[in-house]
Each structure stands twice: as structure tokens, then as C-alpha cells.
């Protein structure tokens, strides 16, 4: 029977070798990066331009100008942050979610956590940038486990300010979901980041919404919801209603296989029919974004809210007026 100490000493070898077994999948020469840093550390904004060229469209549309934001149906990548390209393993999806923003993608959903192992695995995994204030921080965007695959915060929301940047007639929409103990660098990361400067605060917790143009005209073109004390855009999505449009397979991981059948036009039409005489949803959730019509499909169905011709049945039933109270659509 081995020893006390000789277990110790396994166990140790273990660890490291399971911390070197990760930098080295993370950071070997098979890594490709999402995004492009400039000579300055930022992340390049010259690929994150959209291909709309209207000058008056609202999210791609004249017709969403004049509705409430929370009228509009918003497209969004679940868990944006994991990415098979980003090297996660089990990841919600295919490619990184700022090549989803270009597709025209936007609402995403992030995870916030602290990383595991301590400083020792988050000095190779996070930048740790010393100016956001995150020298000493293990905060990530990662599905519980850092070791399975984490994006850093710097870089992701620098990234979603390049596009903001890039596109002053685009809204979008950012919610969290914040895990223990990393609400408070998750605030740090955000003053930091430069976007505090686009996002919408009501005055009141229930309001009227304001309409997309102008949500552009004021420059607050960035809705920031979160779970518990993090929200800033709202009470934990009031007024706004998601439907979680993905599935996992048997072993409980997210299915490329599932999102073929979910994200075809035809069965997001049937879902959202079978709507009819409850409240608008606001917000579509999926997983591999890029597989299926889910873009065509929301620009299809918010040509019909918007009262314009549609390939949509022109007769969902939906209730049009002011939506009340939070709440969600689960898939």
C-alpha cells in the first residue's frame, strides 16, 4: 500500500501535469485567436463591420425603427463565449461569437466566472491586464471550468466595443449570467471597458421602453442585463421575454446535430406560431449560431412586426401592446 507521502506527491504531479496539459492545449501552435490585437494591445475593428449599407435601418430595418426595443426580436448566440475555434471543449458552438455579430447576431449571453487553480493557472490562461484593474483577478467568460475553455474578459468586451464603434446603427444586447464570486471583477472589467458609455439606464424598474431609433440617436445602442445585482438595463430582463431555442444531446452536452433541426426556418416558424395569444418574445437564443436561418428567419419575422411584407404568416396572433412584467420563454 503506498504511502501517505508517496500519495501526496502523486497527487501533485497530477495537478501539475493537469495545469501544463491545459496552457499547452490552450496555447499551443494550433490556437487561433478570434481577434486581431493592434500595436496597442486592442482589439482591430477592421473585420467587424456589417454588410448593411442603409443608412436609416435600425438592426438592418427601417420598419424596427419606430418600435420599442423590447418589439424587436433580437437574435442571440447562448454561451457566445464557447466556441470549438476559441478551443472549448463541449462548446455551444461551431465559430467565435464576433463572427456572429458580422452575420448579423445580436444578443449574446455570456457566463462570467473565476477560474480555477488559482493565480498559477490564470496567469496563462487571462491577461490579467494591470490598467482594467484585473492584475490579481481569475475572472472569465467560461461554463463553470476555466480548464474546458475560457475567453478573456478583456478581449471580449473590447471586442464588443470595436463593433459598437463600427456600426452606430446597431443595437445590441449583452446578459450575464454571473457565477459565485465573480460579480464584483465582472464590474471592474466593464468600467474598464469603454462601454458604460453606450448603455441604456431606465429611471424607473418597469418602463416604456424606448424605440431603436432613439436608442441611436441617443447613443445608448447597448442593453446590459444580468442575473441578481448586476443588471443595469433592467430587473433581470423586465419587460423582455427569451426563448431558449436549443437542446443538448444525451450525455447533457450542447448538439451541432439538434441546432440543424431547431435553427431551420421552418421549425423556428412553427415555435414561434405556437406563441399565439401569449407575450412577444424579444430575444431567440441558440446554440451553433451558425448553422440553420435563424437570421433570416428574425429579419422575416420583424419585417411583419414592423407591418411590412413578410414571408411570415401575416397572423400570429401576437399581442402587440405594451408587454408588463419579465419573463422567460424556455426551450
Keep these: 500500500m503506498p504511502s501517505f507521502k508517496k500519495i501526496i506527491v502523486g497527487a ?50 427601417e420598419s424596427n425603427c419606430d418600435l420599442p426595443v423590447n418589439q424587436v426580436l433580437f437574435p442571440a448566440v447562448h454561451n457566445a463565449h464557447s466556441s470549438y475555434e476559441d478551443n472549448f471543449i463541449g462548446a455551444s458552438n461551431n465559430l467565435p461569437f464576433e463572427e456572429a455579430l458580422i452575420a448579423g447576431y445580436r444578443a449574446i449571453q455570456l457566463t462570467s466566472c473565476a ?114 445585482e448586476a443588471s443595469v438595463s433592467g430587473d433581470n430582463l423586465a419587460e423582455f421575454f427569451v426563448m431558449n431555442h436549443y437542446e443538448t444531446n444525451k450525455i447533457n452536452w450542447p448538439s451541432e446535430s439538434n441546432a440543424r433541426e431547431l435553427n431551420s426556418f421552418s421549425v423556428l416558424q412553427k415555435r414561434l406560431h405556437g406563441c399565439k395569444g401569449r407575450k412577444l418574445p424579444s430575444i431567440i437564443a441558440v446554440d451553433f449560431w451558425d448553422v440553420g436561418d435563424v437570421v433570416e428567419f428574425v429579419m422575416e419575422e420583424n419585417k411583419r412586426r414592423g407591418g411590412i411584407e413578410s414571408t411570415l404568416d401575416q397572423d400570429f396572433g401576437f399581442n402587440m401592446t405594451k408587454v408588463e412584467k419579465s419573463g422567460n420563454v424556455r426551450g
Design 12 to 61: 501533485a504531479f497530477v495537478a501539475v501535469s493537469g495545469i501544463i496539459a491545459v496552457v499547452l492545449w490552450r496555447y499551443g501552435p494550433w490556437l487561433n485567436s478570434s481577434t486581431e490585437p493592434t500595436s496597442d494591445g486592442n482589439v482591430s475593428s477592421k473585420n467587424l463591420f456589417t454588410n448593411s449599407t442603409c443608412q436609416t435601418c435600425c438592426n438592418g430595418l
Design 115 to 228: 477560474c480555477e487553480g488559482g493565480v498559477l493557472l490564470s496567469n496563462y490562461l487571462l491577461e490579467q491586464d494591470e490598467e482594467w484593474g484585473l492584475a490579481d483577478s481569475n475572472l472569465g467568460f467560461c461554463n463553470s471550468y476555466c480548464g474546458k475553455g475560457v475567453r478573456d474578459p478583456k478581449e471580449v468586451l473590447t471586442t464588443i466595443k470595436s463593433f459598437l464603434d463600427s456600426n452606430r446603427r446597431e443595437v445590441m444586447i449583452i446578459y450575464f449570467s454571473v457565477e459565485e464570486d465573480s460579480l464584483n471583477d465582472l464590474r471592474i472589467a466593464l468600467q474598464h471597458s469603454g462601454l458604460e458609455k453606450f448603455v441604456y439606464r431606465p429611471n424607473e424598474k418597469y418602463v416604456d421602453w424606448p424605440t431603436m431609433q432613439s436608442l441611436i440617436e441617443s447613443d445608448t445602442r447597448l442593453l446590459l442585463f444580468a442575473n441578481g
